[in-house]
């Protein structure tokens, strides 16, 4: 569906009948021409009779008037090209303030969004469903990769979404001040973030939830048949009902050295049931099987006898490399029918449906990058030779099966892949804060695999769920019959999320992304690649539901303490209650801001359900899910007296709601639909019930 129609009636527009004369203004600087800016790459900038508007591919995409006019006031526009990106400027300047309201048409891919840091506390901001966040002063239209947005060094700016479906969002926005600058940039992400190979029309991101376990760092290579069905029984049983879906099994089954396709597909002794079988036997379980292969080829028997295949060295050899052996050459179609394609369309038949692609760097790097010379005398692209490897991959295991790059950020393979490992081996929420602004953008981010350890347990959980990343546990079976599960079990599904910010918090690792083309090594990390620290430990998640808006925020250590609501792009005007969600303590009300205190040692991180005080009993948050009931809750509501909702409660879980009551408000009874209340106790003015269910939702009701 297009973004926007060729024409629109201005219905969301205040009325402007006050600046006809002042519009004379724009005739004058554009002379007779309709637009000042055209072309295939940049937006059009128009002046009609009462309003701007902007448009991009011939589709309106913006419409505005300027009103509270006390005088005259200049429009200027300019273009500029730097190195490739396109920056087009708007300024309107009066030497009194002025106002510019209008909308903004963008599809269902749109999001309001930052696209400049600020200035305060630095927080990675992650958003579910239309963001009403006063901190918004753009919006990003994924659809066709532009940015438009307003500077924000003025008076206010507000950007809300009014109009919304599943394939479009109209946004009303407000500028004030003496000046108003708009920026709008084409091509944000491809040329402005250096992703050459972004075409966000050609494929969408992977919304699913992507939760699960991975055999390497509870087994290493020593996995066999047996252990990878017991940990199947055990997440069946334990975290499958919470949303775990996918078993993913590591290095270790395969034979050795690996090379030629029956390497990978005929697994070794410690398999004797062979992989089909397994794979079944996942399914079996009601979980999803996934497989680690990776693009290395160690056999050097196999590659001299096939010396085609491999990218040759100055005498003419196959070509080796570090961690990468042989180097195939993904340039030639020869070697993809013969070496790629067999290897993952009998996978893909055999049942596996999660793919984790190993050694990418190394194929990248000790392969490609250091034998450049080779590619250039055959004429060919190296980055493309690159890319056909995993293209061949992709179309072998389907669009719908999940592919996983791994490791390292892999700009190449853009719009190819459904997530990237961003960092090395080991969970480090760095990541998160260093590549931001493209998970669930360009791709769903992997921090690497959550170790359910007494020390990172609850920290790993909350930053991976919270950011809307992969989340992938890989501890041994009896970890998860112990209390750490609750870390996991609280913390999955992990919801889709899109960025609040267009630009990386930390931007220290993307900022060198071109670096990607001239390394030769990778051994460790490099400077692109996501590091094992960060500028800040604050991540926070806005969610909009139809029913109500609210903020979670997670705190992961203590270099901040004091939060500001204006930091967090709250109403600071208002007051706020604060519930934090793992020591289930409500904090109380809060104006302007609140201190959240020392970190309980027995989590080692805080997390904060921020919801705007109303003046009746309402829903601080649920013990569901880390989200404070983002993922459950289907409707909420206070009429006659009453607050009531409905849940999605998990079988066998005891679920737990927690209940602001204002002093003058007195409890009357309580009653559901489907289950029954075990307990109901009241401390302070926070009411906790909890309800034991049956399977389906539950209709509850809170009387006063």
């Known amino acids: 569906m297009e973004v926007l129609q060729s024409t629109r009636e201005l219905k969301t527009l205040p009325n402007i009948t006050r600046i006809k004369t002042a519009f ?55 273009k500029e090209t730097i190195a490739g990106r396109v920056y087009q400027t708007i300024v309107i300047t009066s030497g009194k303030k002025i106002e510019l309201s209008g909308t903004i048409y963008g599809s269902g891919e749109s999001i309001a969004c930052e696209s400049d840091p600020k200035d305060g506390l630095k927080l990675v901001r992650q958003v579910i ?34 109009t919304l479906s599943d394939s479009s969002v109209q946004y009303h926005f407000s500028v004030t001040g003496e000046e108003i600058i708009i920026r709008i940039r084409p091509h944000y992400y491809k040329n402005h973030r250096g992703l050459h190979y972004f075409n966000p029309s050609a494929y969408s991101v992977w919304k699913k939830p992507v939760t699960g376990w991975c055999s390497w760092f509870a087994y290493l290579d020593q996995i066999d048949e047996e252990k990878i069905k017991r940990t ?31 390497t990978w597909l005929h697994a070794n002794e410690k398999f004797p049931s062979g992989l089909q079988s397994l794979a079944a036997y996942i399914s079996e379980q009601g979980l999803t099987p996934g497989i680690w292969t990776n693009v290395s080829f160690a056999d050097s028997a196999a590659a001299y006898a096939n010396k085609k295949f491999f990218v040759q060295n100055k005498n003419g050899q196959p070509a080796n490399g570090n961690w990468i052996g042989y180097i195939m050459d993904a340039s030639q179609q020869q070697t993809l029918d013969q070496l790629v394609s067999p290897v993952y369309h009998s996978l893909q038949q055999q049942g596996w449906k999660y793919f984790k692609l190993d050694a990418l760097r190394h194929l990248k790097y000790e392969g490609y990058n250091s034998y450049a010379e080779y590619f250039t005398q055959k004429k060919v692209d190296r980055d493309e030779s690159f890319r056909n490897f995993v293209k061949t991959v992709r179309r072998e295991i389907g669009k719908d099966n999940f592919l996983l790059a ?174 934090e969600f793992w020591t289930k303590k409500f904090l109380g009300e809060f104006l302007d801001s609140f201190l959240p205190g020392a970190i309980d040692t027995a989590y080692r991180c ?81 009411r906790t019930i909890t309800i034991r269910s049956n399977p389906g939702p539950v209709l509850w009701r809170v009387e006063y």
Not at 145 to 151: A, E, Q, R
Not at 233 to 261: A, H, W
Not at 541 to 558: A, C, H, Q, S
């Open 406 to 579: 791994c490791w390292g950020i892999r700009p190449e393979l853009v719009g190819l892949v459904h997530g990237c490992r961003i960092g090395n081996d080991g969970f480090s929420y760095a990541g998160l804060a260093q590549f931001n602004s493209y998970n669930n953008i360009i791709w769903r981010n992997d921090p690497d695999h959550i170790e359910l350890s007494q020390k990172e347990a609850y920290r790993s959980c909350t930053a991976t769920s919270l950011t809307g990343s992969i989340f992938m546990l890989t501890d041994k079976p009896e970890k998860y019959e112990s209390p750490l599960i609750e870390a996991a079990r609280r913390s999955i599904p992990v919801l889709y999320t899109q960025p609040g910010q267009v630009y990386d918090v930390d931007p220290s690792r993307s900022s060198h992304i071109e670096m990607a083309d001239v390394e030769m090594s990778g051994s460790g990390p490099r400077m692109f690649d996501a590091s094992s620290t960060t500028t800040t430990g604050l991540f926070s998640l806005e969610i909009n539901k139809p029913f109500e808006n609210w903020i979670v925020l997670g705190r992961l250590d203590e270099r901040d303490p004091k939060v500001s609501f204006k930091d967090l792009g709250l109403d600071d005007k208002k007051t706020y209650l604060c519930f």
């Open 232 to 262: 199947a029984n055990v997440l069946s049983r334990k975290l499958k009902p919470f949303g775990l879906e996918y078993i993913q099994m590591d290095d270790g089954y395969q034979q050795t050295p690996v090379g030629l396709p029956a």
């Open 129 to 162: 469903g239309p963001s009403h966040n006063l901190r918004n002063q753009s919006v990003y239209e994924r659809k066709n990769d532009l940015l438009i947005s307003f500077d924000d060094v003025y008076d206010k700016i507000s950007i809300e979404p009014v």
């Open 606 to 686: 805080q997390v904060f359900c921020i919801r705007e005080k109303k003046n009746h009993p309402q829903l601080l948050a649920t013990n569901r899910h880390i989200s404070c009931g983002a993922l459950e809750l289907r409707s909420i509501s206070w009429k006659e007296n009453a607050l009531e909702g409905t849940s999605d409660i998990t079988t066998d879980d005891d679920y737990q709601l927690y209940i602001y009551e204002p002093s003058h408000f007195h409890y009357k009874k309580w009653s559901c639909n489907n289950g029954k209340v075990i307990a109901n106790k009241k401390e302070g003015e926070m």
């Open 24 to 78: 004379a203004i724009f005739i004058l600087i554009f002379g007779h021409h309709p637009s000042l800016a055209q072309g295939p790459d940049t937006a059009a900038i128009e002046a009609r009779q009462n309003f701007i508007s902007i448009s991009y591919h011939n589709l309106n995409f913006c419409e505005a008037a300027v009103k509270q006019i006390n005088g005259s006031y200049t429009l200027n526009s300019k």
